[in-house]
């Protein structure tokens, strides 16, 4: 069995070491090491290079929004978890926009933070369901001012990959999207390709940030 290297960063050393020991008793994970901000974060990984990082968002020096941004720049394959206090709209879509594979609440449980841990780590993302319904909530009163046609002329979508940014923004992994319109996996993957070439995006992250920015989720 593949052992995840994981990066514990958060600067409440109390809330850190109990998400150490609580991710060290699953024996598919091992915390190699901890940060107490985001400048230290950034020195640790160049250390260590573990397999994924867990970050807080709120913490001095750097926050995490901003030490992922230098850790994306300089590391396009490092893979961010946020876990963070912060359900706010705009925190969530800074976040997004800097391209971190997963957003979850602090006041989520340990299984979905260790749901979250294996979903980023195999390359998929993960999103709180929560969060996502936030933003949903927040962003949709704009969209009944907009048409379908409209906003596919705008982006360049065709109805197809309209309809699979909004199953992403659902958190649906690739595989869940091909059962859901059946289709096969490998024409999921190509259509997301395509959005992230048309959209000029690196990842979901950023492709879930810029969908509820421009309002074209609520198709």
């Known amino acids: ?20 020991s609580s991710i060290n008793k699953h024996p598919e994970f091992e915390v190699v090491d901890q940060a107490n901000d985001g400048q230290e974060a950034i020195e640790k990984y160049e250390k260590c290079r573990p397999d994924l990082i867990l970050m807080d968002l709120n913490m ?17 394959d490092v893979k961010i978890l946020i876990l963070s206090m912060h359900d706010n709209s705009e925190f969530i879509l800074d976040a997004l926009s800097v391209g ?3 957003y979850i609440l602090k006041m989520s449980n340990l299984k979905e933070v260790i749901k979250a841990i294996k979903d ?15 933003l949903v909530d927040n962003f949709a009163s704009d969209y009944s001012k907009q048409s379908e046609q409209s906003i596919m002329e705008r982006s360049g979508l065709t109805q197809r990959e309209i309809e699979i940014i909004r199953l992403l923004t659902e958190s649906n992994t690739v ?3 091909s059962e859901k319109l ?8 190509n259509h997301k390709r395509n959005i992230l070439n048309k959209l000029d995006l690196k990842n979901t992250g950023e492709l879930i940030a810029f969908a509820f920015r421009t309002k074209i989720v609520r198709i």
């Open 60 to 76: 001095p020096n750097l926050n995490g929004i901003e030490t992922s941004k230098i850790l994306k720049t300089k590391y396009p």
């Open 175 to 177: 595989e869940e999207i």
């Open 182 to 189: 059946i289709i096969s996996l490998h024409t999921v993957k």
């Open 120 to 134: 980023v780590h195999k390359g998929g993302n993960y999103f709180d369901s929560n969060i996502t319904g936030q």
């Open 100 to 102: 971190v594979e997963g």
């Open 1 to 20: 069995m593949s052992i995840i290297k994981i990066l514990v960063v958060d600067d409440h050393q109390v809330v850190r070491e109990s998400l150490v």
